[in-house]
């Protein structure tokens, strides 16, 4: 078994196994993407693969993880807000940043809830998200590295639907872009949770010993983010 990242699903394991006769891909439980192919199968065709099925594989995420709808007034990370216009001096809907409100304007007639103004904000809250994702999160998790004493080679972002983050065996930190929708708290115990895995690639015994060990409370931090998803 080997993994690699990919820059929008996160960390994909990757099965060779000598009865397959194609790639194939899909969702394992734990949320991440599977590939499995023939013996000696290049990475670089794999990854080829997996270019090629990008849009099959949103949709595969998008049904494994589903995303409530956006609405007027949502907050979006830390700092934004959507407002919705509506306005006769627009034909078709459009969005615009300004400042700290993501405003999105529609013609008359035009609902927020319509499947293609729903993926017109889905589109512009990636952006902000991964703004907001790469100005705070880097510096809080080599904060709480160094504090720990835990080492990592790499952080990347994605937005993969089934996880909050990833820990590749090469020490590649990979985070979800929609972390900045929660509180600080889940925030550090996700990181936490993967600079954890740097020491143990695995959830055993000695893996949640280790995560108890910087945060206390995680029991409870566990819990809570199960009721939040990780999709944008």
Not at 58 to 79: C, L
Not at 155 to 178: D, K, M, P, Y
Request: hydrophobic letters at 35%; aromatic letters at 6%; a positive charge.
């Amino acid at each position: 078994m080997q993994t690699f990242v990919d820059t929008e699903f996160g960390e994909i394991v990757v099965h060779k196994r000598r009865g397959s006769r194609k790639v194939s891909i899909k969702m394992g439980v734990n949320g991440r993407f599977v590939a499995t192919a023939p013996p000696y199968t290049p990475l670089l065709y794999i990854k080829g693969v997996i270019h090629s099925a990008r849009e099959e594989l949103r949709a595969i995420a998008r049904q494994t993880t589903p995303r409530a709808a956006y609405g007027d007034g949502q907050s979006v990370g830390k700092h934004h807000t959507i407002a919705v216009v509506h306005t006769g001096m627009v034909a078709t809907p459009s969005t615009k940043q300004e400042r700290q409100k993501l405003l999105v304007y529609l013609p008359p007639g035009t609902r927020i809830d319509a499947g293609e103004v729903q993926q017109l904000i889905r589109d512009k809250v990636i952006t902000i998200l991964r703004r907001e994702a790469k100005a705070t999160l880097p510096g809080r998790l080599t904060a709480l590295a160094r504090a720990h004493g835990f080492r990592y080679t790499n952080v990347r972002f994605s937005h993969a639907a089934g996880r909050w983050g990833s820990c590749s065996s090469t020490g590649t930190i990979s985070l979800n872009i929609a972390l900045m929708k929660l509180p600080d708290e889940l925030i550090d115990y996700v990181l936490i949770h993967e600079l954890c895995h740097t020491r143990h690639m695995n959830h055993s015994k000695e893996f949640w010993q280790e995560v108890e060990r910087y945060d206390p409370h995680f029991r409870l931090h566990r819990q809570q983010i199960k009721r939040e998803t990780p999709s944008v």
